[in-house]
């Protein structure tokens, strides 16, 4: 046990974030095999990390994507430490575009991210719970929501809800999802920057509605144990803002 006299370890946070995920999805859920199988085990130690390591090492690996120096990764062998589980040390909540590699983007190997995907990267009952999966379960301590610019669903969010531009089939969902960062930004004085603003007030507001949404999540984050970010990927440069 930790307190205020014996701070805590890694270790200790990791076995907090276990337990604590595992109470909270209940002992019915864990009873599924690849659930129980993925929670005991920890294929790459050096995974075992902060919230604020985690954060600089997603800063490094994107420095290195940046100025063209990403590593050379041996699959062979990652495909044999992974054959038995995962503990990736940072969840990544993207949007779907083909151009947005989450893993090439901070240049990790397989096992390192739990990357989550949907056109225009929100927060949905589904992708919360595949992030509280890995949070709770595999005790990832860090949740980056990346936005991109130029995003396509935001895009087009703002074309429907501006010029009430007709969707085909389900894609008026995304809309739905997207249109309170669309009103956000509609407040922005600068017309030419509004596609601009709607990126990063969505980026925003989905990093606090998983601060807000989630029991799980909120009280990790509340408790410290777990960070959620924001960030907005460039183009043209591969480079990461964060987004605060
Ligand atoms: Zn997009």
């Known amino acids: 046990m930790c307190n205020s006299s014996t701070p805590c370890t890694d270790t200790d946070r990791r076995k907090f974030l276990k337990t604590a995920g595992l109470t909270m999805l209940g002992t019915t859920a864990l009873a599924h095999t690849s659930m129980a199988t993925a929670a005991a085990t920890v294929p790459k130690p050096e995974n075992n990390i902060s919230a604020k390591e985690a954060m600089k090492r997603l800063d490094a690996g994107n420095t290195r994507y940046v100025e063209g120096k990403s590593t050379l990764h041996d699959f062979k062998s990652e495909r044999e430490v992974l054959s038995g589980g995962q503990n990736p040390y940072a969840a990544i909540l993207s949007c779907a575009d083909s151009r947005i590699v989450p893993e090439y983007t901070f240049d990790s190997a397989r096992g390192d991210l739990f990357v989550v995907r949907i056109a225009g990267n929100f927060a ?85 509605t998983l601060k807000a949404a989630s029991p799980m999540l909120s009280k990790l984050y509340a408790l410290g144990d777990i960070d959620i970010v924001g960030g907005v990927y460039n183009l043209n440069t591969g480079r990461v803002d964060r987004v605060s």
């Open 124 to 208: 949905s009952v589904d992708t919360i719970a595949s992030l509280e999966y890995t949070v709770g379960v595999l005790g990832t301590p860090l949740i980056m929501v990346l936005g991109h610019e130029k995003c396509g669903a935001v895009a087009g969010a703002i074309s429907s809800i501006r010029e009430g531009a007709e969707l085909p089939a389900n894609i008026p969902k995304l809309v739905d999802a997207i249109s309170p960062a669309v009103g956000l930004a509609l407040k922005h004085p600068h017309e030419d920057q509004l596609l601009k603003q709607a990126i990063r007030e969505n980026v925003r507001l989905n990093v606090a």
